[in-house]
């Protein structure tokens, strides 16, 4: 082999080197971002956006969905799998899962053998909640008065459930390609006995920052984007829209209360009403980027409940994460496979990227008719 041949640690010394004489542009050159929150990182390659797509499509999207369909489980006054017949509600309605994930009495597992197999007792409560009586509506097609009162609901059930465990966790998957199985407007709350992984790792970061610091993580990372402004979505009164800094989802969002609230029974009144609002905005953006009804799944963390809830938790602030899968278009999603599963997460725009699309968009529902356009830009 030829001394004057260009070797692996050669040609590694020549990028670098050429590396250092370009300005770098979030948008071009791939780069990683550190999430704070839940102490991990994601890789950001904005220029893979350019590659032409030749992957999986999605069907589209079921558009018409019966407002009232006697055989679907969770409509007013059908028959579920238990046998129990739902009311006849006109508003929200709160009942325990029939085929739940967590039981309050299963057994304990144990003592274990060997440290390499080790279990521990899992016990729990899991509820469904219905949004609206009506099958055919999502929360962005829902009234503000309508939202607010499943904020309500949020905030009883966390507190009801709180009593007794120290995590609960309300969670929305929407539409087919989140996995869920049924049309019908609806969101999940299941307590546990145990603080699950997400929940331990965001309990670690905020306290570990609290005590350098001396300020909460979250409260000091929303100042922060309201002085930066690229990854604002929406503001209001009480509450915050962006796309993290971190995000890994092509336009994920995280929701955050201006003031320091621990927990979702804790907001105000005026919180609860000002929530509602930025949500019905928020998600109405979301189904006006591709102009289909977006799928997600979201869910609220706050502090820890349950016996130690007296403990002092103030590194926590409540807030809510959503996650959308839609990358390109209505049925080109983002697929987290092969180096996310295997090394780290890897997103393909930047999240100023997703911001600044996100803040261009009406509104108004896509679906309004002209006259139900002008009445809500004026509501």
Partial sequence: MSSSGSGPQQRQQASEADATGRTFQASEHQHIRYNPLQDEWVLVSAHRMKRPWQGQVEPSLLETVPRHDPHNPLCPGATRANG?????????????????ALQPDAPNPGPSDHPLFQAEAARGVCKVLCFHPWSDVTLPLMSIPEIRAVIDVWASVTEDLGAQYPWVQIFENKGAMMGCSNPHPHCQVWASSFLPDIAQREEKSQRAYQSRH??????????????????????????????????????????????????????????????ALIMKKLLTKYDNLFETSFPYSMGWHGAPTGSEAGAN???????????????????????????????????????????????????????????????AATA
């Fill in 214 to 275: 001396r300020e909460p993580l979250l409260m000091e990372y929303g100042h922060q984007e309201l002085l930066r402004k690229e990854r604002l979505v929406l503001t209001s009164e009480h509450w915050l829209v962006l796309v993290p800094f971190w995000a890994v989802w092509p336009f994920q969002t995280l929701l955050l209360p201006r003031r320091h609230v621990l927990r979702l029974p804790e907001l105000t009144p005026a919180e609860r009403d000002d929530l």
């Fill in 84 to 100: 129990e017949v739902n009311p006849h509600y006109d508003g929200t309605f709160l009942f325990d899962n029939d085929f739940p």
């Fill in 313 to 375: 938790w103030d590194h926590w602030q409540l807030h809510a994460h959503y996650y959308p899968p839609l990358l390109r278009s209505a049925t080109v999603r983002k697929f987290m496979v092969g180096y996310e599963m295997l090394a780290q997460a890897q997103r393909d725009l930047t999240p100023e990227q997703a911001a600044e699309r996100l803040r261009a968009l009406p509104e108004v529902h896509y679906r309004l008719g002209q006259k139900d356009r002008e009445t």
